[in-house]
Each structure stands twice: as structure tokens, then as C-alpha cells.
């Protein structure tokens, strides 16, 4: 394995960081009944947020190293 | 158009279209122009994850409690991001050792085990039946939904069909044979089933186009966008708790959150995803584009859940088979095609499942289960029949058949109580009971056989009595009273609420039991009994893999005698004569040796070469037992496979040491340079002080000779001439003196030479005592002399008379450069935290703020050098400099117009208060 392997701690932040965003905690505050044009606040916010952590691991895949 | 006839004929064609996309792929690879080398591809073949579990079963879920469906695809994505680190390692193992399943790899890594592939085999088996019935039930249950259009009745008990008539066997039985068709159609060396991925990533665009159609007909061609479906749902009051379900009807967090670990470990070991993700990778290059390929899939996927449930519980009544919303609400408005294509849709999930798990676990019950056991039989004789690969290719059709047929049974007796998920997690759940012995086993070399079996059996047995069994009794196979009180009344021993543990839904509660048990076993045996030889040269090299990439995999490690012509017909008999003549050819290419065969040199290389070849077709364990029977081997100590591993170490240190030591070496350099830089600046500045020094004195000299001369040369010049002239004499050789004194002076402290006599000094007497003597200096000039002292100041530690050099070298300064009858000059005593500073502070001039930090340099003095210099050496602030840093103190100049008077200098010292203890010293 290479000496410092940048894209491998890279997405193991981003696990981290996807642990945070779908565990108890965060995932608490947006259990609520309210809507984000139209759709349920916590609805919006698993796809946004899911949606957002792939946005980043293509980031962290494609870019040039 | 949904008559009975045309829903099977598309069916069939659409198997048929499966087919050909195969037998394409196929012939594409067999000429060397691969359809499926392709990132794309890839992750495409990996969406085979999403079954007709994700069809229907999301919807299902997600209409019984919201977003329960959610952490099967959101686990999956998390854990993608470190397949950077584990996939990756994981499937350069395989590729090393050309391993075909996970028993094979779980076996290999712990010595080629084929014990621990046989129970790695059974556990696999069992735990996916309950997986493979989910399919057989969807796809029956579309099938008679379809047929009774336009009635929209969901589809009746199978335990009251006979079994002719049950859609769910015929289901079964084509599947088997479509899969027998597809996978098992000739025997590769790798296990490379080229057309098979190439039909299922057709498989997954098809699902996932029709699963956008019907979603996006549900939001838009039913209702008016999410907006209007969320706010129907919201206007309903059973539905309204729906919109924030976590805590409450979507259960708790903690099952949440065991839920997302449960796919996280699912999507890693359950057999298909193995065989895609692993032994069908065809470069390792691919595996990163599918880190975020491949969630997006996922994504993309599950967009449309959450509407179509919520439109089909406003929809239909309470009641209804939320399971079958995806089909049940195109027919319900006579959407004819689009429940046509839903229904294909449906097909290509559960076939595509269906395919890739049959297969994956046919080689695996070939390879690490039949094999292992029929090679071992004396009676059988296998070891000398000649082809072997027909045998091969009638025991995996065989276990394609009883898997399938396994799987029926499963539905049959257990499947009728549980919806689509929850029959799905007991399988996950199963799978993840072989993270502990697989991951263990790629990043702690400590794991071994006995901790790996011991750890599988534990959970193992821990899931079927938690999750099988309450299964089994919840469909009355079992006494339900098994359930709800334990087994003979023992209430502590009840599956669901094992030791009491209760009030967690049945799969978090299987999950904490059975990892608890299978860690526990698994560390607990690993660390209590040592591994044998094999275990510890296969355990370094799984966990090594990315830092000897030059080893030749277990090759060094090999001892033994063996003809290179009866490895040759040990290949042959299991891949073929022609495969087999391949790849010796190959071999010996690669490495430039000559054939024929029995030229060969069969040296550990070749049969390291022949037990891989055989590995890819039998398995790791089966290809050990093989390979042994012809090759005389002497199998290494495990003194010898420690010492030899320890060599490779001992190495792997001395490298490390080696870069140390260039590093310091490096350093070394540097300083050498650094401290060579300060010589060569010390030298120029001794020319320049030698120069400076000589120059000094020759003016005092020159003087001194002209007037000499003149005094020579005229002797009648009157009296009061010649007395001024030997006036001047005597005057710039006293100078003359007083130079060399301070040049010798200075090159004693610079060199260090000299003896300091250190004592308690009051300051306050000494400069009473330096002024007083000093006093006629100041008269000369007309200058008036001050002194401000405390009444007591500390005493310092010092050499009393270059004390009393220092003030006396700066109150000549003063009286120097003061002007004659105006001159004042004051000098003060102070004390401040831990030093007493004596100031000597004067009307003169001043000095410049640019000379203030040189005049304390040698031979520097301050004023402008053209227009003039002041008397002095440019010696005595520079001594006076050394003296006081002798004792601890700072000297410095600052401006002396601190108090209103006009301009003049400041001259400052320190010096340290003396401590206790030095004062006790002194006395």
C-alpha cells in the first residue's frame, strides 16, 4: 500500500462523516413534522444527504491525485 | 394484453433476450474483445444487490413504517467508502490466489481449510434460502397478481395448492434450469462468468428503468408531484405519524442503526455480491468508479419508494398488500404496458438474484464441500480417473437444482408469515456471521482455523435459534408456544428475548447476540491456541498482500519433489487437455523455459503454477489435497516458515534502519555546511579586525614619528614648540598604551581567558565610589556630575573591578561627548523584578537610532565617520558588552530625552540580583 494513501483516508472520512449524518443524534433533529417544498423535512433529508456524500466520493474518486 | 398467454411469452422472451445478450458476451471473450471490461459494467453487475426485495419489498416496508426500507441501501453506501481500503485488499487476494468463492477465500486464508470451507459452505447455503425463497415468493405472486387482471385480489395461500399447480415451484424449476444453462455451460479455470455479467447489468438497467417508469407515473400520472401525495398523506390521520416515523412506528434508533451495520456487512459477504464484486472483477481499476457508481444506483433506485408507498396506501384500502403497490396500482388504472413492464422489471430483479447466488453457491458447495469429501473416499478412486471436469460440471448443476429446490421449500414452510424484508434479513443476518472470520482474517494475523470455526459455529448457531427456528414456528412448523414461552417453559432461553433481553425487534436482537458469540469465540479461541505452519504463512500473506506484491505467493515457502509431466495430467484431468496445454505453454513463456513438458523443471514455481490453475477449478483446499497426492512433499516446519517469515521482516528492518541512517547522514551534511558557513565567517572577520587593529594603531604611530622627526631635525626650535610637540607625544602614546591594553583586554575575554574574581558587589557603593574618583574628569569639562541612588539596593553577583571598568568606561563616554560648560550628566540606580539597572544618562548629542545596537561592536563608533571621529578606540562599549553578559546583565543605548532636556544619550545596564544561595555562598 502506498507509503501515504491520500484517497484512502479521504473516503474513510467521508465514512465518518456518513456515519454522523444517518445515526441518532442528527438524524433525530430532522424527525420532524414539517415540510421542505412539499416533501417531508426528514424525507428531503435523507436524499439530500445522501445524495450529497456520493457527490463527494465521485469528487474524491475522479479528481487527478 | 395482460391475457396468461402474453405474460408468459414475454417472460420467455425476455429470458430468451437474457440469453443472448450471454451467449454474446461469451463469444465477445472467448476472441479476446471483452464486452464487460468496463467501470460501468461493473457496477452495473454489482446492482444485482437490488433484488425483487428492492422491488417490491421497499415499497412494502416503507408503507408499513416509513423509512424502514432505508438503511439496507444507506449501509451499503457507507461501507462502499472503505472498500478503498478493504475491497481492494480483498480482491487482490483473490486474484493472487485465483479464489473463486468466499468459502474458498475464508478456507484459504486460514491454511486451506477444507473443513472450514465445508462449514462456510453449509452456513452460506442455509442462510441464503430464506434470500432465494423472497424471489421465488415475488415472482409468483406478480405472476398470479398479473393473471387475475382486472381483478386486483392478492394471491392466496400456497400451503392450500398441490404442488403442480403452485406457480412458485414451475418458478423454481425454470430458474434452475435457465441458471444450469447460463453458468454451468462450460468450466473456466477462473470462474469468469463473462456472459453472465454482461446479462445482469442489462438485468439492472431493466429494473431500474421500470421502476423509475412506474414511480414516475405514480407521482405525476396519478398524482400531481410528491408535493400532492405528502400532503394527502399528511391530511390522513393514520398516515400523518408516517412523515417523522423515526423513534416511533419506524422502530427506534438503535435497530435503525443495527440495521445499516447488518447491510453494511451484507453487501460485503452474501455470496453473489462476492462472486460480482470480487471474483468477476476483471480489474482492479473498475472498483473505484464503482465506490460512487454504485450508491448511485442505489439512489436513484430508492427515489421513487416513498411515493409510490404513500400513493398506494391513499389508494388502496387499509389492508392491501403493500407489497405488490408497485404492480397493484398500474393495473388498478388499467395501465396495461406499464404493469407489463413493472412485471419484467420484477423478473430481472429476481432472476438476476436468483442466477448469480445459484451459481456462487454451487461452486461453492462443488469446490469446498463435495469435492474435499469425494477426493478423500479410497473407494472412489477419483484420483485416477482421467477427466474429471464432467463430474465438476453434474455436481454444480446438481447444487444449482437442490439449492433452488431448497429455496422452494423454505417458502413453502416458512415463508408465508413475513413480508418481502423481514424473510431478506434473516439472510443478512446469516451472511454477516462471516465479517468476524474475513475481515479478521485480512488485517490481524493472530486470527486462526480453530477461532475462525469456532467464531462461524457460535454465530451460526446463535442466528438459527434467534432467527430460523421463530421463523419456522411463526408459520406453525413449531409449537408457537416454543416462542412465547422458551423451550420447556425456560423463559430465560425464549429465541426473541434471549436472557431476558427484551423489547428489540427480532433481527437487532439476533445481530447483538450472534456477533457477541462470534467475535467473542472467534478472538477468544485465536489468542488461546497458536496456529499450525499453514495457517501462518497464509495469514501473512492475506494480511501483507499490498506490501509484498514480489513474493510469489506462498512459491519460497514450498519444499518437495515432484515431475513436471504428472502435474500436467493432474491439470488436465480437472480443465481439459487443450486448457491444460495452454497454460503450461503459458508458463513456460513467461518465465523463457523451454518445452516440452517433461523438460520442465519442477521446482516450487511450477507446482505453486499448477495448485493455482487447480484452485480457480476446485477450489484452494481441494487443488492442496490434489497437488499432494503426486508431488512428494515435505511440508515445512513451523520453525521454518517462522524463520522464513521472520528473514522477510528482519529485511523489511534493515531497510527501514538503512533509511535512518541516510537520513542522519543527510542531517550531518547539513550541520557540516552550517558550521563550515560560521568558520569562513569568523576568519573574514579576524582579516578585518587584524586590519581594523593595525590601522588604529598606526595613526598614534604616525603621529608620533612625525613629531619625533621634527623635533630631530630642528633642534633650535623654541622652547614652548618643542614642549607641545613632546606634549603631543606623550599624549598619543599613553593612547598607544591604552589600545593595546583594551586589544589585549579584548582578546582575553573574546578567547576566554580571563580570570574573573566574582564577589557580592553593592552597586550603590561602587558607583559612589567611581564617581568620587572620577570627579576630576567632569571638572576638566565643566560638566556637572549627579547621582541618584536608593537608600538600599540587593547586591549582585560580579568581578568588582570590571564593574567599576564598565561605569568608568561609559562615564567617560559621557564626559567625552558632553559639551564643554553646558554638559550634565546624571547617572541612576534602580531595582526592578530580579535586576538592578544603572543608567547613565547625559545632554550630549545623543546617539543615532541606526548606530544604536553597532556602537557596541568593535571598532564602532557613532557619528558620521567623514566629518570627523571622536576620540577612543571603539574598544569600550564592546569590553563593557562582554562583561556585563558575563554576569547575566544587557547593555543598551536609548534616548536620553526621557525627562524634557534636550536630546543626549542613555547608556543602560542590568545586572542579576544575587540569589539566596549565592549570598549564603559568599558568606
Redesign the interface.
Known sequence: MEKFDVRGQRLAALFLLGVLLFSYPVLAAFNVQATLAGIPVLYAYFFIAWGALIALMALVIERKA | MLETWVVIVTSFAYLGLLFAIAYYADARADAGRSLIASPYIYSLSLAVYATAWTFYGSVGRAAEN??GF??IY?GP?????????VMRKIVRISKQNRITSLADFIASRYGKSALLGGVVTVIAVIGILPYISVQLKAVSASFTTVLQYPELLSAPRHGDVPLVRDTAFWVALILAAFTILFGTRHLDAAEHHEGMVAAIAFESVVKLVAFLAVGAWVSWGLYN????I??RA?ADPAL?PM?????GAGGD?SS??WL?ILSMLAIMFLPRQFQVTVVENKDEKHL??A??LF??YM?AI??FV?PIAFGGLLHFPRGADADAYVLTLPMSQKQELLALVVFIGGLSAATGMVIVETIALSTMVCNDLVMPVLLRLPGLRLNERRDLTRLLLAIRRGAIVLVLLLGYLYFRLAGEAYALVAIGLISFAAVAQFAPAALGGIFWKGGTRRGALAGLCAGFAVWFYTLLLPAFARSEWLPIGFLQHGPWGIELLKPQALFGVAGLDPTTHAMVWSMLANVGAFVAVSLTWAPGAAEHRQASLFVDV??RPALPAGASLWRGTAAAPELYDLLSRFVGAPAAEEAFEDYARLRGLELPIARLPADADLVHFVETQLAGVIGAASARIMVASVVKEEAPSLQEVRAMLDEASQIIVYSHRLEQKSQELERATRELRAANERLTEIDRMKDEFVSTVSHELRTPLTSIRAFSEILHDHPGLPEPERARFLGIITKETERLTRLINQILDLSRLESGRVEWRESLVDLREVIRDTLAANSQLFKERDARLEAKLPERVPKVRADLDRIVQVIVNLLSNAAKFVEPGRGRVEVTLVTEDGFVRVDVRDNGPGVAPRDRRVIFDKFRQGGDPLTGKPQGSGLGLHISRHIVEHFGGRIWVSSGASDGADGGACFSFTLPVASGRALERAA
Not at chain 2, 243 to 247: D, K, N, R
Request: hydrophobic share 65%; glycine share 10%; net charge positive.
Open positions: 416509513g423509512v432505508l438503511p444507506i453506501t457507507l461501507m462502499i467508502a472503505l472498500w478503498w481500503v408531484g410528491f408535493g400532492d405528502f400532503a399528511a400523518r412523515l417523522a416515523p423515526l423513534g434508533y435503525w442503526i445499516t473505484s468508479k465506490i460512487w450508491p448511485l439512489l430508492n427515489v416513498l499490498f506490501k
